[in-house]
């Protein structure tokens, strides 16, 4: 078993990328395909041919689907063995895409560019902190034209569901470690570092409130038009006041609102 000494995983955006760069890993993520609730939710909200970005596209999953249905898709991940098998399992599969090795917080494409943005699988949970998932928005605001939706989704630390134990241990980790001054590598609340040593997929995780997000979204110029669960979008049912509370990933759809030329911080 391959194991990435401690020294040389560097940052948490190092260990993340690493995690996700493990052959075993990527060929787990080499199945392509939207879930039924992305689908529903794509579907909606870009009925026609649209510019799409893929954030976080890894082997291309969710690339390839929308190039299928006619959108003019870039897949972008941090992980280049990723963009790699992504480009492999397109020449199977040979519908026009384009794939870009790029990090989130610093997208390498024009302003206003794009009509929508997709960050599936919870992905921005990845990265590290609230900054980092701040400077993440505002450069998918950036790329965006007016009116433009970014879709994505995460889990919550309210949620009911089989976790919440473990959520709940690790508050008061980080509360008992802040309150004593005990040395953890845990910053914020809501963050998960995994032993660097190990042969993991995910090294960092960080969960936190919907209600963060949505006052994320409603500060750097968005406007959320639509939020619910995976599995309420599944069974069709509407949004209700539970969905902090439902188990299930959480749907967000947030649209670009101003001019389109700024960088969505609105300070």
């Known amino acids: 078993m391959f194991v990435i000494p401690y020294c040389a995983m560097g940052s948490l ?43 976080g596209c890894g082997a291309g999953r969710t690339t ?24 492999s399992l397109n020449r199977f599969d040979p519908v026009e895409a384009t794939w870009s090795v790029s990090d989130a917080t610093d997208l390498p494409f024009a302003s206003s560019v794009f009509d929508g943005a997709l960050f599936s699988y919870n992905g921005i949970e990845l990265v590290p902190g609230l900054e980092g ?40 980790r980080f509360g008992y470690a802040r309150i004593f001054g005990r040395p953890i590598e845990e910053m914020e609340v809501g963050e998960v570092v995994y032993d660097p040593e190990q042969n993991l997929e995910v090294y960092y995780m960080q969960i936190v409130s919907p209600r ?15 939020y619910n669960s995976r599995q309420r979008i599944d069974a069709d049912r509407n949004p209700t006041w539970f969905v902090d509370f439902d188990p299930d990933f959480k749907f967000y759809v947030a649209r670009k609102v101003g001019s389109g030329e700024g960088d969505g911080r609105n300070e």
């Open 212 to 226: 963060t997000y949505r006052r994320l979204l409603r500060k750097l110029g968005f406007e959320l038009d639509y």
């Open 133 to 172: 998932k701040t400077r993440v928005l505002q450069e998918v605001w950036r790329v965006l034209r007016p009116g433009g939706h970014l879709i994505f989704t995460t889990h919550a630390l309210e949620a009911f569901n089989r976790f919440a134990s473990f959520r709940l241990r690790q508050l008061i």
């Open 64 to 87: 390839i689907p929308l190039a299928r249905e006619g959108h003019t898709v870039t897949g972008s991940d941090i992980s280049l063995p990723m963009v790699r098998q992504a480009r």
């Open 13 to 55: 955006k190092t260990r993340v990328k690493a995690g996700y760069s493990r052959a075993w890993v990527v060929r787990r993520y080499s199945k392509i395909g939207l879930w039924p609730s992305e689908q529903r939710v794509c579907d909606a909200f870009w009925p026609s041919a649209k510019k799409i970005l893929d954030i």
